[in-house]
Structures are given as C-alpha cells and as structure tokens.
C-alpha cells in the first residue's frame, strides 16, 4: 500500500515552519525524519493533504548542558543519541533506548522530535522522556511553551501540540548522586516493533528507591508512568511487596489486542519486565523470581 496524495513544502525557517501550519492546520503534517510519518502514511493510518518539511532547520539540532538541564534539539538524531559523550553522561537512558530503535539506515534518519510528536505508543522514546521526567518546548506564534512529558501524549498518535505548534526542544533534568537506569523490551526481533517495554530512572539510596520512575510502552493508546512504582518508594522490597505491586501493575495496564499479543500476554511481560528492573536497579537478584534471600 501506499500513502494518499499529499502536496510538498520545504520550511526555510522555524518561523516560515510555523507559516505553514498556520495557513494548513489540521491539514498538514510536519516531516523531520520521515521514519515513522511514512510508514504510517503507506498504511494509510495517517493522510495529510501537506507534509511540511523542517528536516533542513539546522537551527534544531545540537546536544548542549545549560545549568542543570540537557537540552537536545528536535532534530537531533537518533544516532547522534547514540554517539552523544553527554547523553551517555545526563542521559544514558536514551542511548540505551535508542539502540534498540528499528535499524542503523532508520536510526541514521530518525529525530527525536519527530518520534515524541508521533506519538507511537509502541515506540521507546516516549516513555524515556516521560521516565526522565523531560519536558517539551513547542514554539507557536505567540512564543514558546513548555509541556510535562507526561501531559504531552494523548492517544494514538496524539500529543498536547496545537495544530499551530512546532516541536522543538527537549529538556531532560540532569540525574542526581544516586541515579540509575534501566531499559528493556520485548520484539520478536531486535528492531521489531515493541511488544512490551520498560523504560525507568530511580534513584537508589541505602538499599532503597528514594525515587522510582517505570514508564512501560506498547501496553495502551501512550506511555504509562506506572502509579505503582510508588509502593516501592522509601521501604524494604521484599517478595511480597513486589508480587503486590507486580499485582497492582497488571491492574493500571490497558493493552490491546493485535497480530502481536494479547492483553493477557502483555500484562504477563510487563510483570516480568517489572520483576526485572527492580531486581538490577537494587542489585538483589532473588527479586526477580521472588525467592528469599
């Protein structure tokens, strides 16, 4: 299959970008990298009558430290994540996410900004920037703003942007002393769309989580930050505690059914994916089968 006819303008400028959507609106769609807006319109699960092409502002790229915040550019790609000293310093969570994005010809045209603001919920970077606690900076005509991650998904395929609004940052809180991080997901080939994973941050203090971020993908219509990782905050973890958090997880999940898996399948994954994270995160393999130390 293949994409519904669609017309073509290439932005010189944010400003020219923001012009178009303006003069466009809910008729247009904003192409950075192309790797999942294409693929979606091949399927026709998208049909925008315009693309507007931003993939030249260079103005969006770049990887830089200001304060305490690492900001990182819309267009930035994923293999620049991957090849970043200070994502793997800030943020190493995205690059250990990114490495399992699609494919190197994929990654080599990827942008971040393009995968938050197509809202796959099966894709890995939303549920890291909603992890990381980050926040988006969008830019419409009356100035910039600036979104929660966990405000900015709204469904399949549907984030907080006005249809007058450009993506065009990502601001990502510098972990403190203490922090750690996991990813995970299964496919049923690297690269394959996710059937169920887990993107988390904690932090990690005498034992115990001070703070504990699970944000799993593919498991509904957008990233979940799971409510009940705050049961694991500030106690001992034992067994018990994790088989009724594992418990209480299952419960918040609202998987669909697809070709993939089935709800049942998912909850059972994202259980394990669970069970796993805690026990790297706190070093104590026996939490991962439930056996006592």
């Not at 809910?26 to 979606?40: E, N, R, T, W």
């Not at 972990?175 to 990813?183: A, E």
């Not at 067994?239 to 958090?245: F, K, Q, T």
């Amino acid at each position: 299959m293949k994409a519904a006819a669609f017309a073509y303008a290439r932005a010189t400028s944010v400003v020219n970008a923001l012009e178009l959507l303006a003069v466009h609106g809910d008729k247009a769609k904003v192409l950075s990298g192309g790797q999942s807006l294409m693929p979606a319109m091949n399927l026709r699960l998208l049909s925008p009558e315009i693309l507007v092409d931003i993939g030249g502002l260079a103005e969006l790229r770049g990887i830089a430290m200001r304060g305490d915040v690492l900001v990182v550019g819309a267009l930035t790609r994923h293999v620049d994540l991957l090849r970043s000293p200070e994502i793997a310093l800030h943020a190493p969570l995205l690059r250990h996410a990114v490495s399992h994005v699609a494919h190197p010809a994929i990654r080599n045209r990827g942008t971040i900004g393009g995968s938050l603001a197509h809202a796959d919920p099966a894709s890995e970077l939303p549920a890291c920037v909603v992890a990381l606690d980050a926040t988006i900076v969008a830019r419409g005509p009356t100035g910039e703003r600036r979104i929660a991650a966990t405000e900015l998904f709204k469904g399949i395929y549907e984030t907080a942007l006005a249809r007058d609004e450009l993506l065009v940052a990502v601001e990502v809180p510098v972990p403190g002393q203490g922090s750690t991080f996991f990813f995970q997901e299964y496919a049923r080939r690297h690269g394959d769309y996710a059937i169920v994973g887990l993107a988390a941050r904690a932090v990690v203090a005498d034992g115990k989580f001070t703070d504990l971020r699970l944000g799993f993908f593919a498991v509904g219509d957008r990233p979940l930050l799971a409510a009940a990782a705050g049961k694991l905050i500030d106690v001992s973890v034992t067994p018990a505690l994790l088989a009724e958090v594992t418990t209480a997880l299952t419960r918040e999940l609202d998987p669909q059914e697809d070709q993939q898996a089935s709800p049942t399948m998912r909850r059972h994954l994202a259980a394990i994916l669970l069970r796993r994270c805690v026990a790297a995160l706190l070093a104590r393999p026996e939490l991962e089968t439930g056996a006592t130390a």
